[in-house]
Nanobody
């Protein structure tokens, strides 16, 4: 059974930081492309950051220089370090794993940036 569990969301003030984690099971994690997406009400889910099996990363322009995606293949976990958070970063953040066995989503974790 495939499971992706997103954790780490919460309420933070503008300029603050959060670290999201996604623990995966049931997939060959080390060869999967892992990503973080986010969604706000009435809008499509959008890519935030992605990391390939070789560690190559790409980011949405809106988060470049503020967010960092990383992975620990020994723990089957992908992280999203979010710094200098802005109110417009408020969204539900979803972990995604994509590979030859298919694509899978976490349940989502709410991030709210507000004073």
């Amino acid at each position: 059974q495939v499971q992706l569990v997103d954790t780490g969301g919460g309420l933070v003030q503008p300029g603050g930081s959060l670290r999201l984690s996604c623990a995966a099971s049931g997939i060959p994690f080390s060869i999967y492309v892992m990503g973080w997406y986010r969604q706000t009400p009435g809008k499509q889910r959008e890519l935030v950051a992605r990391i390939n099996s070789d560690g190559k990363t790409n980011y949405a322009d809106s988060v470049k220089g503020r967010f960092t995606i990383s992975r620990d293949n020994t723990k089957n976990t992908v992280y999203l370090q979010m710094n200098s958070l802005k109110p417009e970063d408020t969204a539900v953040y979803y972990c995604n794993g994509a590979g030859y066995k298919g694509g899978y989503w976490g349940q989502g974790t709410q991030v709210t940036v507000s004073s």
